[in-house]
């Protein structure tokens, strides 16, 4: 049962537009939802993180949006820039208990 | 410089054969995890630990064992059950941030079976 799914597997985007990463989730229990970055051969970096009891945190150019009532949440970059080119993951946790990942999905930045 | 370090960062392994990744932190977490990214799949968690001498399977533990001796490291045990062992392996140890259950990751390991 995947319990945070997202739905797009990639993503282009020209330079200095705006990315809109998409990601939903069908546990209403979740607590955090948090996205990370990877780049090829590396391990994943944390990005930003939203409380389920918000609806926006917003870091630089990295905006995160929740959509309870939707179970949807976003992640907005802008501008979007080369070095942003990566997979990004969303990933949900209620509690003590682990993070469940979604599949990633992969951004490419286009000068 | 406090991080995870993950040990070797390619690995083969020919079909049979146990191999033993290594995961080494020195950010004082309590909790260390054992994720594997395959293509289309994301990360799926393999094993974790909350504390020393105490472990739980994550969601697809079969084919694999770990130990947790010390705080600051976690191996995994990839062993000859393992049906498709080819994969890229992510050790991940975590503090809590704001609430959130922030994961910090090594490097990664990829191992390959020949």
């Known amino acids: 049962d995947q319990q945070v799914k997202q739905n797009s597997p990639s993503l282009s985007v020209q330079e200095g537009r705006i990315s809109i990463l998409n990601c939903d989730y069908t546990?209403?229990?979740?607590?955090?939802f948090l996205w990370y970055k990877k780049y090829p051969a590396e391990g994943p970096t944390f990005l930003i993180s939203?409380?389920?009891?918000?609806d926006k945190n917003e870091d630089g150019r990295f905006t995160v949006f929740l959509n309870k009532s939707a179970k949807h949440l976003s992640l907005h970059i802008v501008p979007s820039q080369p070095g942003d080119s990566a997979v990004y993951f969303c990933?949900?946790?209620?509690?003590?208990?682990?993070?469940?990942f979604g599949q990633g999905t992969r951004l490419t930045i286009n000068p | 410089d406090g991080g995870i370090t993950q040990s070797p960062k390619y690995l083969f392994r020919k079909e049979g054969q146990n191999v033993t990744l290594s995961c080494e932190q020195n950010?004082?977490?309590?909790?260390m995890y054992w994720y594997r990214q395959d293509p289309g799949q994301g990360l799926r968690l393999i094993y974790y630990?909350?504390?020393?001498?105490?472990?739980q399977k994550g969601d697809i533990a079969e084919g694999y064992s770990v130990s947790r001796e010390k705080k600051e490291s976690f191996p995994l045990t990839v062993t000859s059950a393992q049906k498709n062992p080819t994969a890229f392996y992510l050790c991940?140890?975590?503090?809590?941030?704001?609430?959130?259950?922030?994961?910090?990751f090594g490097a990664g390991s990829r191992l390959t079976v020949l």
């Open positions: 991940a140890s975590s503090t809590a941030v704001s609430g959130a259950n922030v994961l910090t």
């Open positions: 939203i409380s389920s009891i918000k």
């Open positions: 950010l004082n977490h309590d909790a």
């Open positions: 546990n209403s229990m979740f607590d955090y």
């Open positions: 990933a949900a946790i209620r509690g003590a208990q682990k993070l469940v």
């Open positions: 630990s909350q504390i020393v001498n105490d472990f």
